[in-house]
């Protein structure tokens, strides 16, 4: 009978050491970076709450279910009514309140953090790099060397990276789990964030918004260098790479997957899709959904024969109605 009532809890974990993953090694766990670390520290504040409330509970769960079970001894037992208890009420309702209070404070204090360059590097000169995404690729502008690439970024490391996140159509998210935390990329609208890689070494990064078909394969990797290393490449880049035109950069916006490409230039020099009045690049006759294809509704304008009768109508009102 033991053996028969451990049978049960052992096939229920079963399911979940089944779909925890093929990977071992969750890249939010090994951070590279300073932001990366903040949140890390966040998340593992967080769960030794969630693990405190799952102890506790369980616990308590256990004792009162043996304690109170039904046996030969209590069978004829009838509890006297209860009217409740004040204070027992008093601290299932205020201990929840102290663990919401313990999991703000530190949220809001790395919230704010992370939207400023990280401690330590206050003193170096961030460079900037402009991040545009689109269905179903990454774009990279160096305003600053003259470069363009697109599902690849090179960073120096050890030096703080301001990206200007935008989107050329739908809304997407930049996320680099071993750099930081992610953020929305959006049409006519511009976010910011800043990431810094503390070592050399190569970082995947993805989309993490849902947005059409080619959403699970919209990944990117980041490239962290040495100073040297980082400054060789922009020289080759330079020297070796194609000039970027604006009729390429239209054909890199239709919804696509693309592998890395390189060019000398940047799109800023035709459109910053951050500004309100930027021009809409969006291909929707190249979107098929169940046989069918996309198209723009447009507002359908009065004909004269409507705007005439519309005309006479008003002309009698003002009159009172009178023929």
Request: with cysteine; net charge neutral.
């Amino acid at each position: 009978m033991l053996k028969k009532n451990y049978i049960v809890p052992l096939l229920a974990l079963l399911p979940v050491l089944l779909l925890s993953g093929c990977d071992s090694k969750m890249l939010v766990f090994d951070p590279k970076g300073p932001a990366a670390r903040e949140i890390l520290d966040l998340i593992n504040w967080s769960l030794v709450f969630m693990a405190l409330v799952v102890v506790v509970v369980v616990g308590l769960f256990g004792y009162i279910v043996w304690k109170y079970r039904a046996t030969d001894a209590n069978k004829d037992y009838e509890p006297p009514e209860e009217h409740g208890s004040t204070k027992l009420e008093l601290i299932w309702t205020f201990i929840p309140i102290l663990i919401v209070i313990a999991l703000t404070i530190p949220t809001v204090k790395t919230i704010y953090k992370l939207e400023k360059v990280p401690a330590g590097y206050e003193n170096k000169k961030p460079i900037t790099i402009n991040v545009t995404s689109a269905d179903w690729k990454w774009i990279f502008s160096y305003p600053e060397q003259g470069i363009e690439t697109v599902n690849y970024v090179n960073i120096p490391a050890g030096t703080p990276v301001k990206f200007k996140l935008t989107s050329a159509g739908t809304m997407q998210s930049f996320w680099v789990p071993q750099l930081g935390g992610q953020k929305y990329t959006m049409n006519k609208m511009e976010t910011e964030l800043y990431l810094t890689a503390d070592q050399v070494g190569e970082y995947l990064g993805r989309n993490t918004n849902f947005n059409g078909r080619g959403y699970a394969d919209m990944e990117f990797t980041v490239e962290a260098k040495s100073t040297k290393d980082f400054q060789k490449w922009v020289k080759d880049v330079k020297s070796k790479a194609p000039k970027l035109t604006e009729k390429k950069y239209d054909e890199l916006l239709k919804p696509t997957h693309l592998g890395r490409e390189t060019f000398v230039g940047t799109h800023l020099q035709w459109v910053d899709h951050g500004q309100m009045n930027s021009k809409t690049y969006t291909n929707p006759k190249l979107y098929e959904v169940h046989g069918v294809k996309g198209q723009i509704f447009k507002d359908e304008e009065p004909s004269t024969e409507t705007s005439k009768e519309t005309s006479d109508s008003s002309k009698d009102n003002s009159n009172g109605g009178e023929q």
